[in-house]
C-alpha cells in the first residue's frame, strides 16, 4: 500500500485513517507504560473513528474486568458475567489468530515464484477462459503452485475461524452452558471450546512451517528463534 504524505510525515493522517509509533521522550511521564520500554507507543490525540476500530480489544477486557468485578453479586449473576468472560476471551484469542493467519498466508511471497509461462497462462484463463482451472496449474512452475495453495488455505482457514467464532457466541446462550457434560465425562462445552481455539492455532503454525521448506529453511529457523526467546521473556515475567 502506498502512502501518502501525511502518512509518512505526520504522527495521524486523518485521510487514511493511519499513525505512527511514538517514543516515550514525545509523551509525558505519565503515559510511560514503565521507565523501560522505550517506544511503539500510541498517539495521545487519535481520533474518535480510530479509537473505535481499535476498541475491539478494549470490549473484551471490559467484560472480563467486569465478571471479576460484578460475579461476586450472586451464583446466578456470577453464571451470566462468566458467560461474557468466556466469550470475551475467545473472540480477542480468534482476534490474534486472525492478523497472524492473514499476515502469514495472504502475504506468503516465494522468490522468483512468477516466470514468464505463469504470467502468460494466467492472463489467457482470466481473459478468455480457455483453460479449465486444474489444466492451468499444471502448466504454472512450482513455486507458483505453493503461492496458490497458500491463497487457497487462507480463504479456509478464515472460514474456520469464523465457524468457531459462531459457535464461541452461540455456546455461551445455552441455559446448560455449566451443567452439560459429554455422556461418562467431566468434559463440558468450556473445555471443546478452548480445545478447538488451541488446535486451531497449531494446525496453521505447522502448515506455514512447511510452506516455507521446514525447519531447515532459513527464514522459519530465523523466526523461530524470535518466538521462542519472546516466549522465553514473556515466562520470566509470569514467575517474577
Known amino acids: 500500500m502506498v502512502r501518502c504524505v501525511r502518512c509518512r510525515s505526520c504522527t495521524i493522517c486523518k485521510d487514511h485513517d493511519?499513525?505512527?509509533?511514538?517514543?516515550?521522550?514525545?509523551?509525558?511521564p505519565t503515559?510511560?507504560?514503565n521507565q523501560y520500554v522505550l517506544g511503539y507507543y500510541r498517539p495521545t490525540r487519535?481520533?474518535?473513528?480510530?479509537?473505535?476500530?481499535?476498541?475491539?480489544?478494549?470490549?473484551?477486557?471490559?467484560?472480563?474486568?467486569s465478571y471479576h468485578t460484578f460475579g461476586c453479586a450472586s451464583e446466578r449473576r456470577r453464571e451470566q458475567w462468566l458467560k461474557m468472560d468466556v466469550f470475551g476471551i475467545s473472540a480477542g484469542l480468534l482476534g490474534m489468530y486472525?492478523?497472524?493467519?492473514?499476515?502469514?498466508?495472504?502475504?506468503?511471497?516465494?522468490?522468483?515464484?512468477?516466470t514468464s509461462s505463469?504470467?502468460?497462462?494466467?492472463?489467457?484463463?482470466?481473459?478468455?477462459?480457455?483453460?479449465?482451472?486444474?489444466?492451468?496449474?499444471?502448466?504454472?512452475?512450482?513455486?507458483?503452485?505453493?503461492?496458490?495453495?497458500?491463497?487457497?488455505c487462507l480463504e479456509s482457514y478464515l472460514y474456520?475461524?469464523?465457524?468457531?467464532?459462531?459457535?464461541t457466541a452461540y455456546v455461551p446462550t445455552r441455559k446448560d452452558f455449566f451443567v452439560?457434560?459429554?455422556?461418562?465425562?467431566?468434559?463440558?462445552y468450556l473445555h471443546i471450546i478452548y480445545t478447538s481455539i488451541i488446535a486451531f492455532g497449531i494446525c496453521p503454525t505447522i502448515h506455514w512451517i512447511f510452506l516455507h521448506g521446514g525447519l531447515s529453511?532459513?527464514?522459519?529457523?530465523?523466526?523461530?528463534?524470535?518466538?521462542?526467546?519472546?516466549?522465553?521473556?514473556?515466562?520470566?515475567f509470569i514467575y517474577l
Request: proline share 2%; with cysteine; charged share 15%.
Open 18 to 28: 493511519r499513525y505512527r509509533l511514538l517514543s516515550r521522550d514525545c509523551l509525558r
Open 160 to 167: 474456520f475461524l469464523l465457524s468457531i467464532f459462531l459457535i
Open 118 to 152: 505463469d504470467y502468460y497462462i494466467t492472463i489467457i484463463f482470466s481473459l478468455y477462459c480457455l483453460l479449465p482451472p486444474f489444466l492451468a496449474v499444471v502448466f504454472l512452475s512450482k513455486n507458483f503452485q505453493i503461492y496458490l495453495l497458500a491463497q487457497e
Open 217 to 236: 529453511s532459513a527464514h522459519v529457523a530465523v523466526s523461530s528463534v524470535l518466538y521462542l526467546s519472546l516466549f522465553v521473556i514473556l515466562l520470566q
Open 180 to 188: 452439560r457434560k459429554i455422556i461418562g465425562t467431566r468434559i463440558g
Open 31 to 33: 503515559m510511560w507504560i
Open 46 to 65: 487519535m481520533t474518535t473513528k480510530l479509537c473505535a476500530k481499535r476498541s475491539d480489544g478494549s470490549i473484551c477486557m471490559l467484560l472480563s474486568a
Open 98 to 114: 486472525l492478523s497472524g493467519i492473514y499476515t502469514a498466508f495472504f502475504c506468503f511471497k516465494v522468490n522468483n515464484a512468477l
